[in-house]
Each structure stands twice: as structure tokens, then as C-alpha cells.
């Protein structure tokens, strides 16, 4: 493992990445290594829709709670988001999803979500300058909900939603994919050298490319 401290003392203007992809992707495990690894300028965002639904916000499928859960959702992360970036001292923040992914699971126009939460979709896809989509495994790829107690979709209902948040950032000018495999720590690995990438030099360290 790395050591956490980094020298550099530069005031960044921290670009923004966003990991994606439908439940089950692996970026709960992508981000645990990041936050291990990689030096303290590197900001790791939390999914702000777990710290909704963790929250005891109400989780019901409803049109109006669905709704109402998205705007909730939209409004953590974009505060998250505002305060890493605002504070400067971030030399990458790296988002557990970003606030279009919202409309993967909004019960209605992509219109009606951008009004409803205030901005419009090229303001949103301008904040992020990179956005990662892993792939949701399929059932025999090892897709498993049991191993997150806020995961309530089933490998199909999955796979559906990562086709729609797929759709969702397909108009973003950086993307990435990366495919599921059957070997985890090869998805591991293209992810993490992905981000390492697009972390500014200063700050980059080999033990995150390493896995």
C-alpha cells in the first residue's frame, strides 16, 4: 500500500470524474481501492443515492416517490460535488455516479428531470470531465444483490438499468467503458489505470495502477 501523504502543496481546480454503471458494476469495490491507495488529494465521493435510501428516505415505487427520491438524490451529490471542488484542495474528485444518472431511474422525460432539478443537461455533463461506465455483470457473470442490503434490482432489472444509464451519458464528449469480465481484478485493473490517467500528475501513484 501507498502512503496516504503526498508533498504536493498546489491549489488545484480539481477536474471531476465520474465512475458509473448499472448495480452490481464493481464500483463499490473500484472506489475502496482508490480510497486505500491512492494519495489524500484524491477526493472519493460517496453515492449519494446510499445516503438517501440509507438514510430512511422513503424508497417506494410510486411515480411522485420515485420523483421525489431522484431530486433528493440530485441535490446531495451536487452539494458533495460543490464543496470538494469549492475548497480546492482536491486534486481529483472521483464521483460514485453523477447527477444525470438520475434519469435512469426518473418515471418520466428527460426534460421534465432536468426542470425538476434545476439545470439543464449540457450544464450537467460540463462539470464532469470524464465519466467511467463498468458494466453491470449478467447473473452468470457474477452478479449478486445479496451483497448489498440497498440493492433491491434483479440481475434483469439490472441489466436494464445499465443499459439506460449507458444511453444516459452516451452524448458525454469523454466516456469510458469497461466491459465485465469474468475476472474481476482485470476490470480492476483497466478501471484503476483508467482513473489514474486522468488524475493530475502531481498526485498520481503507481500502487493505485497496480491494484
Keep these: ?37 491512492s494519495c489524500d488529494h484524491v477526493v472519493v465521493l460517496p453515492e449519494a443515492a446510499t445516503i438517501v435510501f440509507g438514510g430512511g428516505f422513503p424508497r417506494r415505487s410510486t411515480p411522485l416517490a420515485r420523483r421525489r427520491a431522484q431530486i433528493a438524490i440530485f441535490h446531495v451529490q451536487d452539494q458533495m460535488e460543490r464543496l470538494e471542488v469549492d475548497e480546492r484542495s482536491a486534486a481529483l474528485v472521483l464521483c460514485d455516479r453523477g447527477v444525470a444518472d438520475g434519469l435512469a ?39 449478486d444483490r445479496m451483497k448489498n442490503p440497498v440493492r433491491i434490482e434483479s440481475a434483469e432489472e439490472a441489466a436494464r ?10 452524448a458525454h464528449p469523454r466516456r469510458f467503458v469497461v466491459d465485465s469480465s469474468l475476472d474481476f481484478v482485470d476490470k480492476l485493473t483497466r478501471t484503476l489505470a483508467l482513473i489514474e490517467s486522468l488524475t493530475p500528475a502531481c498526485c498520481r501513484t503507481r500502487a493505485v495502477a497496480g491494484g
Excluded: Q
Design 1 to 37: 500500500m501507498s502512503d496516504p501523504r503526498c508533498p504536493c502543496t498546489a491549489v488545484h481546480d480539481a477536474p471531476r470524474v465520474v465512475l458509473t454503471g448499472g448495480p452490481g458494476a464493481g464500483k463499490t469495490a473500484v472506489l475502496e481501492v482508490v480510497r486505500r491507495r
Design 105 to 143: 431511474y426518473w418515471p418520466g422525460a428527460p426534460d421534465e428531470y432536468w426542470r425538476a432539478v434545476g439545470t439543464t443537461e449540457r450544464d450537467a455533463f460540463a462539470r464532469y470531465d470524464a465519466i467511467i461506465h463498468l458494466r453491470t455483470p449478467t447473473r452468470e457473470n457474477g452478479y
Design 161 to 170: 438499468i445499465d443499459a439506460r444509464i449507458l444511453e444516459v451519458w452516451a
